[in-house]
Nanobody, 123 residues
Framework: VQLQASGGGLVQAGGSLRLSCAASGRSIRTYTMAWFRQAPGKERDFVAAINNGGVFTDYGDSVKGRFTISRDNAKNAVYLQVNSLEPEDTAIYYC?????????????????WGQGTLVTVSS
């Protein structure tokens, strides 16, 4: 599976963005999909995950109530709606795919990664 993330940009604190992840090569119907992010000088952290059917989701504590993950298997795509952005949300956001994975699976279990899209939040 090849993943292409897009939708990042420069936004003021309190603003919103919608990140997209387009998949190609094979269907993502059997994959748990997730977003991770990596701020400068920091480790890559979990943001959100959604199961293959799109019914169940999980979020990192710092984004709960502000971010929403969704997917459209017919379009082979995953989305991340990011609201109420804070400067601390500044990072490169990566989408990832984990074949038949658990929502709580660690980063190392994700087999496929996109190239990332940069989100910069100004104060």
């Amino acid at each position: 599976v090849q993943l292409q993330a897009s939708g990042g940009g420069l936004v003021q604190a309190g603003g919103s963005l919608r990140l997209s992840c387009a998949a190609s090569g094979r269907s993502i119907r059997t994959y748990t999909m997730a977003w991770f992010r990596q701020a400068p000088g920091k480790e890559r952290d979990f943001v959100a995950a959604i199961n293959n059917g799109g019914v169940f989701t999980d979020y990192g504590d710092s984004v709960k109530g502000r971010f929403t993950i969704s997917r459209d298997n017919a379009k082979n795509a995953v989305y991340l709606q990011v609201n109420s952005l804070e400067p601390e949300d500044t990072a490169i956001y990566y989408c990832a795919a984990n074949f038949l994975g658990n929502l709580k699976a660690p980063l190392r279990d994700y087999e496929h990664w996109g190239q990332g899209t940069l989100v910069t939040v100004s104060s």
